[in-house]
């Protein structure tokens, strides 16, 4: 299985810019579909990215795109979010995701259902606000 720990979050101005990275360990990266979700306490896991094992194709919540960026380079083991023109309401506790069976039969699509995700990080914060 694989182990996955965010960082990279923070207290950041309405208008900044934060990156998020998810460092993967345990298995090769490149086996696995990565997903980024946010949720408030509270309320129910939003999707914001997905991106496929090889990097080559990816989606976004209408709610960020234009302003996040998923990536991931597979040599480092490591998946990113680039959070850009931040607003108050990206306040939340972002999760990187991992799944293996997606890549495996191809359907990296399916990376907005949550449910599809075997493999989850603990999360970290991201808080917009002066």
């Known amino acids: 299985q694989v182990q996955l720990v965010e960082s990279g979050g923070g207290l950041v101005q309405p208008g900044g810019s934060l990156r998020l990275s998810c460092a993967a360990s345990g298995r090769p990266f490149s086996n696995y579909v990565m997903g980024w979700f946010r949720r408030d306490p509270g309320k129910e896991r939003e999707f914001v990215a997905a991106i496929s094992a090889t990097g080559n194709s990816n989606m976004y919540a209408d709610s960020v795109k234009g302003r996040f960026t998923i990536s991931r380079d597979n040599a480092k083991n490591t998946g990113y979010l680039q959070m850009n023109s931040l607003k108050a309401e990206d306040t939340d506790v972002y999760y990187c995701?991992?799944?293996?069976?997606?890549?495996?039969?191809?359907?990296?699509?399916?990376?907005?259902?949550?449910?599809?995700?075997?493999?989850w990080g603990e999360g970290t914060g991201v808080t917009v606000g002066s």
């Open positions: 995701a991992a799944d293996r069976q997606m890549a495996y039969a191809n359907t990296w699509y399916r990376g907005q259902n949550g449910d599809e995700y075997d493999y």
